[in-house]
C-alpha cells in the first residue's frame, strides 16, 4: 500500500494487540495432562481410564497443539507485516511532509528573493523615468528661457551673416561658410522652437496654415517673390543631401552625382546606398524634414554596426521618390523587427526598444519622426521584412559554348537563409563550383523575379563580387566569381535581409493647390444635409429682422 497523493487527510495507523488464547491455554491442559500420566499415585486416586494413557491421544493431542502453534504464528505474522507496511507508509507521510516544508522554505527564499529583486528593478526604472521626465522638462525649461532671452541675440546674429553674405568681396569659400553658418543657426533655432512648444503637430500645422498664402501668391506672380526671405517651400532632394553630408565619408561625390542630374543611384559610400528621383516641393519649412531625416537616418545607423545585423555587403538604403502627388522617403533599418504591439507605440514619447537589450535610447528620435509626420499631414508606415525561402536556378554558358544549369533551394533556418541541393538532405551556408573551363556569362534567376539576372564576364577579369542587381539597396545573395587562364570557380552566397523600413509619405506642395474632389461629388442633398446644423442660426437671424 502506498500514500494516496490525492488525499488531504493525515494518515492513522492502527496497530491491534492479539494474544494467542487457544495455544497458551492448550499448551497448559497438555502440561497438566502429561504430570498426570506420569505419576501413577495420581491416576489411582483419580481412577483414570485406561484409554487416556492411549499413544494415540497423547500424539492427537500434541497435533492439535501443534496446529494452535501454527495458527497463532501465522497471525502474529501477518499482524506483524501490517504494522510494518503501516510504520513504512507513516514514514513515507514524514518524508513527504518533510520534503513538502523545504520545498515550501525553498520556495519562499527563492519568492523573497525575486520579490528583493523585482523592488530594486521597480525603483531603478522608477528612478529612471523619473529622472528622465526631470530632465526632459528641464530641457524644455532651459530650451523655453534660451528661445525667450535669445531672440534679440538671434535677429543680431542673423542680420549680421546675412550682412556678411551680402559683401561682393568675399571669396566663394567664405561665402560657403558664412551660408553653412546662417543655415545651422536657423536650424538650431527651428529645434528649439519645437522643443518648447507643447503640441509639435499642431505648431507645424500651423506654420503650415502661415506659409499657404505666401506660397499662393508666389505660384500667382512668381516675380514678386523675395529671394532674401524664408521660402514657403523646400526641395526635399537638398533636405535629404544636407542630412546625409555629415554622415558620410565622401560628401563630394554625393554633391557631384546630384548636380549631375537625376534619377541617380549613388553607392560610393561603404555605409549608404541612395536612390533619388525628381520630386517636387514641399510647402513648409526645410529643418523640419532634416530634423526628419537625420533621426531616420542615425537610428539605422545605431544598428548598422551591431550584431547579429551586421555583415560585409549590408548598407542603409535611401530612397526618395514622388508618387502620386506626394514625395516618398524610404529608409531600411538593418535592426531587428517591430512587433504589431510596439507599432502603435513606436512613435510615443519616451518609447524605446532598445530598452529590452539594455541599449537606454531616450524615445526622442521617432517622436520627432512621427510628430512631424503628422503635422505635415502625412503618413509614415513600418514594414518588416525577413529572410524567406524561394527556389534558385544557376546557369553558366562557357567560352567553348558548353553550358551548365544547376538548380537549387534558399531555405531558412534560425531566422537566417541557408542553401539546399536539390536530391540532397543537408544545407549550407555557401555552394561552390569548380570547372576546368573558362566562363563567359553567368545567369541566375529566381521564382520571384520577373527576369533572370545575366552578367556578361570580361576576358580580363579574374575575381569579382556579383551582388543580387534586383535589390541592390539590401541585396539577397552574392556570388564571387574567381577566373583563370583555363578554370573558373564560384561560390553563391545567400545574404541576410532581416531589418525594418520606414516608409514617409509628405504631401507635395502642389497637390495643396489642386481642388478638392470630395466638394465636386457632393449632390444637393449632401449639400443640404452640411447645412442642416446651421439652420437653426439663420431661422433665428430671419425672425429677428
Not at 520545498?103 to 520579490?115: E, S
Not at 534558385?392 to 541541393?421: A, K
Request: glycine share 4%.
Amino acid at each position: 500500500m502506498t500514500l494516496r497523493a490525492d488525499t488531504d487527510r493525515p494518515f492513522k495507523p492502527s496497530w491491534p494487540q492479539r494474544f494467542s488464547v487457544l495455544s497458551s491455554f492448550f499448551g497448559l491442559g497438555l502440561v497438566a495432562y502429561f504430570y498426570l500420566i506420569t505419576e501413577p499415585d495420581l491416576l489411582a486416586y483419580y481412577q483414570v481410564p485406561e484409554w487416556v494413557l492411549d499413544p494415540r491421544l497423547k500424539m492427537a493431542l500434541c497435533a492439535i497443539f501443534a496446529i494452535f502453534l501454527i495458527n497463532d504464528a501465522h497471525r502474529y505474522s501477518q499482524a506483524r507485516r501490517q504494522q510494518k507496511q503501516q510504520a513504512r507508509q507513516l514514514q513515507s507521510e514524514y518524508d513527504n511532509l518533510w520534503q513538502s516544508r523545504k520545498q515550501l522554505q525553498h520556495k519562499v527564499h527563492t519568492y523573497a528573493g525575486h520579490a528583493d529583486k523585482l523592488k530594486l528593478f521597480i525603483s531603478d526604472k522608477l528612478l529612471e523615468y523619473i529622472e528622465y521626465d526631470e530632465k526632459f522638462l528641464h530641457f524644455k525649461s532651459i530650451a523655453a528661457e534660451v528661445r525667450h532671452n535669445g531672440v534679440i541675440g538671434f535677429d543680431k546674429v542673423q542680420s549680421a551673416l546675412e550682412q556678411a553674405l551680402a559683401q561682393p568681396q568675399l571669396n566663394e569659400a567664405d561665402q560657403s561658410r558664412t551660408r553653412e553658418a546662417l543655415q545651422q543657426l536657423r536650424y538650431v533655432w527651428d529645434l528649439l522652437d519645437l522643443a518648447t512648444t507643447d503640441n509639435i503637430a499642431l505648431h507645424l500645422a500651423n506654420q503650415l496654415c502661415d506659409l499657404e498664402e505666401p506660397y499662393y501668391q508666389q505660384s500667382l506672380n512668381p516675380e514678386s517673390a523675395d529671394s532674401h526671405e524664408l521660402q514657403s517651400t523646400f526641395s526635399p532632394v537638398a533636405g535629404l543631401v544636407r542630412a546625409l553630408t555629415p554622415l558620410l565619408n565622401t560628401p563630394d561625390s554625393l554633391h557631384q552625382a546630384v548636380a549631375e542630374g537625376l534619377p541617380c543611384e549613388w553607392q560610393d559610400d561603404p555605409s549608404f546606398w541612395l536612390s533619388m528621383e525628381p520630386c517636387g516641393v514641399v510647402l513648409g519649412n526645410e529643418n523640419h524634414w532634416v530634423l526628419l531625416l537625420e533621426n531616420l537616418l542615425k537610428n539605422a545607423q545605431f544598428f548598422s554596426g551591431k550584431r547579429p545585423y551586421r555583415h560585409k555587403y549590408r548598407r542603409i538604403g535611401v530612397r526618395l521618390a514622388e508618387h502620386s502627388g506626394k514625395v516618398r522617403l524610404q529608409v531600411f533599418n538593418s535592426g531587428p523587427g517591430i512587433s504589431e504591439e510596439d507599432k502603435a507605440k513606436i512613435f510615443q514619447l519616451g518609447f524605446s526598444t532598445r530598452r529590452v537589450k539594455e541599449n537606454h535610447g531616450k524615445g526622442l528620435g521617432l517622436f520627432f519622426v512621427g510628430e512631424i509626420v503628422k503635422g505635415y499631414d502625412g503618413t509614415v508606415a513600418i514594414e518588416n521584412i525577413d529572410n524567406r525561402p524561394r527556389q534558385m536556378t544557376l546557369r553558366l554558358e562557357f567560352e567553348n559554348g558548353d553550358v551548365h544549369t544547376d538548380s537549387f533551394s534558399i531555405d531558412v533556418e534560425d531566422d537566417l537563409p541557408v542553401c539546399q541541393r536539390h536530391g540532397e538532405t543537408g544545407t549550407d551556408k555557401t555552394l561552390s563550383w569548380s570547372f576546368e573551363q573558362r566562363l563567359r556569362s553567368v545567369e541566375v534567376s529566381s521564382a520571384d523575379a520577373h527576369q533572370p539576372n545575366r552578367k556578361l564576364l570580361d576576358s580580363s577579369s579574374r575575381s569579382l563580387n556579383w551582388l543580387d542587381p534586383q535589390y541592390p539597396d539590401n541585396p539577397s545573395w552574392v556570388l564571387d566569381i574567381n577566373l583563370a587562364r583555363k578554370s573558373s570557380g564560384i561560390q553563391f552566397t545567400p545574404l541576410d535581409v532581416r531589418g525594418v523600413q520606414f516608409t514617409v509619405e509628405l504631401p507635395l506642395a502642389a497637390s495643396r493647390l489642386a481642388e478638392d474632389a470630395t466638394l465636386e461629388d457632393l449632390d444637393a442633398i449632401d449639400v443640404d444635409r452640411l447645412n442642416q446644423p446651421f439652420q437653426a442660426l439663420d431661422l433665428y437671424h430671419e425672425s429677428n429682422h
